[in-house]
């Protein structure tokens, strides 16, 4: 059973073309994640959500945006994409709290081309 | 500024045999450490755990070790399975929410 599922797995967009990936879970996680991972690199955090606590990391250009409007969904916007933001973008969620409040579980990820 | 380092891109093991997977990480504020599993086509899977206040952890074949002053851990995985070759990323965070992956060790079991 999927936990944390994205669509599309595959996104194709032209450059410049505002895009929006999803992400949905069914575990009631309080956090989610947004990462971002090119090749041979390590997936590099752009922002989480604690319930509707919105966290950017310092580096996430304006570009990307996020909202989460329910406990369930969390979606990925990229107003803008350049051929740089082509990549595999992992959404991930955590409980938050408790024991196994850092053990993350990631979605399949959707792999964005920009052309 | 990578803070998390995994300096081995690949590590090929015979199965039956031991493999160990290293990771450095540099800020020493990071008090919480994971390890991940990933096939291809798949997200990470979460494999185990430790936290900076133990220097061992222990999950079946799978032990974690912790080396504060060195700012090292490493993954155990006694036996090796074919089952076990994948990409495996470690994590570290500082308790708010924020990880910091490393690039990722290939690990090929040799049936």
């Known amino acids: 059973d999927a936990m944390v599922i994205q669509n599309p797995r595959y996104q194709v967009t032209q450059f410049g073309k505002p895009v929006t990936l999803s992400c949905s879970q069914t575990l009631n996680h309080n956090v989610m994640y947004w990462y971002q991972q090119k090749s041979s690199q390590a997936p590099k955090l752009l922002f989480h959500?604690?319930?509707?606590?919105?966290?950017n990391e310092a580096d996430t250009p304006d570009n990307f945006q996020s909202r989460r409007p329910n406990t369930s969904f969390c979606f990925l916007d990229i107003r803008s994409p350049g051929l740089g933001d082509a990549a595999m973008y992992l959404c991930?969620?955590?409980?938050?709290?408790?024991?196994?409040?850092?053990?993350?579980?990631f979605g399949p990820g959707t792999r964005l081309t920009v052309t | 500024d990578q803070q998390v380092k995994q300096n081995s891109p690949s590590l090929s093991v015979q199965e039956g045999r031991i493999s160990i997977l290293n990771c450095d990480y540099t800020?020493?504020?990071?008090?919480?450490f994971l390890w991940y599993k990933k096939y291809p086509a798949e997200g990470p899977t979460f494999l185990i755990s430790i936290s900076s206040i133990k220097d061992k952890n222990e999950d079946g074949r799978f032990t974690v070790f912790l080396n504060k002053s060195a700012k090292h851990l490493s993954l155990h995985i006694v036996p090796s399975q074919p089952g076990d070759s994948a990409v495996y990323f470690c994590?570290?965070?500082?308790?708010?929410?924020?990880?910091?992956f490393g690039t990722g060790t290939s690990l090929t079991v040799i049936p």
């Open positions: 959500y604690y319930d509707k606590d919105f966290n």
């Open positions: 991930a969620t955590s409980p938050g709290r408790g024991m196994a409040r850092y053990e993350q579980y």
């Open positions: 800020n020493s504020m990071f008090d919480y």
């Open positions: 994590a570290a965070s500082r308790s708010d929410n924020q990880f910091y």
